[in-house]
């Protein structure tokens, strides 16, 4: 094959290499080293996460009037765009590269062919792990709609290239590219290509994307978990009882579908182990990708071990799920997680929500940040990124939400909000919530245990407004409200109020886009 019509004149083009192939040349380049588990183990280098503040969208004709620009969809010029691509595939021209043809979206009609060209091999078996893989009758004839350029060598010189500081991760709707330089993180490939479908499915297909997990039950029952990270969407949607859709990123039709985006999975392995997260942990083999973990002088991994990263992860295709829905599509769902991980411990640890009170929750995004998890974070701080997943959504978050609402409506989705975060007091003083509640919570609601709404049954909270179970099988009864779970009544209220503020001043922003319902769905009561 040839890359002259990307420009870029390569002394080797490896294309379509098996993971074998690719976990070899990372070794032998002493890239990466294999794990005892058989796994290729690699350091990402200076960037361990995604850095939203080098995340650019072209302006030009087609997104001047529909991205909601801002801190989250910053724009970049036509002009500097191609200066920017040009010196990239110089950069990359006379090296050796890694080429994989594959594609997006498992539901057929919504199919996006994509082209990943990469400067390293391990970002190859990374698309490899997380993009769909075609047959090769597929790759007779492929043509790509979209190309990702990745080069995590190249540096920008932030004052001649437009950009922030040396990487940046830049989408072009007009030459369909995602140009990705000056990081190594992995993610910020996949999350170019989930961020270009935000706005190509609402746009051109009138398709709702999310960021959420999803499985289905043996009668065919769909079950949806948005959340952010760390907030339990992969590891709650692993369930050996229901088949696995997919752990980030869906589509949800008008043809009453959900179908995954992804061929894999990107899961976090902090604290990872085999009596918790049995499916995760034993996904872990030969063809997965671990990075920026620690290993001991056998290969073997300290999953407890932070020294580089609190986002240490993993990547591996969806087939090392035993378990797993094929094709990875769905029917309507039946029930909606809203997964928050509430650092201030007052959230209930489940609730049912109204629809007014589903799309308050959609649009503000609420989860935590604790200390370690950001440079400077000493304490909690609420955190909210709308629809669950700003940073990769081009179009204003009522467009997302509206269009939930409708969906959720039309096909009678029960919604719950659970808190995977702390409960007997905030962070510090209270403890995690045990993933054995969470997961019985959860089984009630697609067993039908918790599915009807009954005012004898439900207790509704007094600052939130949201109704929490009085029981639920598995459960102690005394966890299911938070204010029990406190020594200190005024103090838990004091957080609780605390919290609601936060949530109000957070909705301001897009009180002007949404209707006096949905307004009316957050916190009604301020501390005084």
Known sequence: MSLDRYGIKPSQIYYQLSPQDLQRITVENNQGVTASSGALAVNTGEFTGRSPKDRFIVKDAITEDKI???????????????????????????????????????????????????????SNMFAYNM??????????????????????????????????????????????????????????????????LNFILPVEKNTLPMHCSANVGKDG????FFGLSGTGKTTLSTDPNRSLIGDDEHGWTNENSVFNFEGGCYAKVINLSRTKEPEIFDAIKFGAILENVILDDNGVVDFKNTSITQN?????P????????????????????????????????????????AAYHFISGYTAKVAGTEA?????????????????????????????SAKMIEAGVNVWLINTGWTGGPYGVGKRMELKYTRAMIHAVLNGD??????????????FGVAQPRSCPGVPTRVLSPRKTWDDDEAYYTMAFKLTNAFRENFKKFEAHCTEEIRRGGPQRYAF
Request: aromatic share 14%; with cysteine; net charge neutral.
């Open 376 to 404: 400077g974070i000493k304490k909690p701080q609420p955190s909210f990124s709308a629809c669950f997943g700003a940073p990769f959504m081009p179009l204003h978050p009522a467009k997302y939400a509206e269009m939930l």
């Open 221 to 224: 029952d769909t079950a949806i």
């Open 312 to 316: 240490t992860r993993v990547s591996y």
């Open 68 to 122: 909601w620009w801002g801190d989250i969809n910053i724009p970049f010029s036509s002009d500097d765009f191609d200066g920017l691509y040009d010196k990239v595939t110089a950069y990359l021209s006379g090296k050796e590269i890694f080429v994989r043809d594959c594609y997006a979206c498992a539901d057929k009609a919504y199919k996006l062919n994509i082209r990943v060209i990469n400067e390293y091999p391990w």
């Open 318 to 357: 969806i087939h090392h799920i035993e378990n797993i829905k094929v094709p990875s599509v769905g029917k309507n769902p039946k029930n909606i997680f809203f997964l928050t991980a509430d650092a201030f411990g007052v959230i209930p640890p489940i609730s049912k929500l109204t629809p007014s009170q």
């Open 450 to 463: 918790l599915g009807l709404y009954n005012y004898d049954d439900y207790h509704i909270h007094s600052v």
């Open 131 to 196: 993009f769909l893989r075609p047959t090769e009758e597929e790759l007779n004839g492929f043509e790509p709609e979209w190309t990702v350029v990745n080069a995590p060598g190249f540096m920008a010189d932030a004052k001649v290239d437009g950009t922030r500081q040396h990487n940046f991760a830049i989408l072009n709707f007009t030459k369909k590219i995602a140009l990705i330089g000056g990081t190594g993180y992995t993610g910020e490939i996949k999350k170019g290509i989930f961020s270009a």
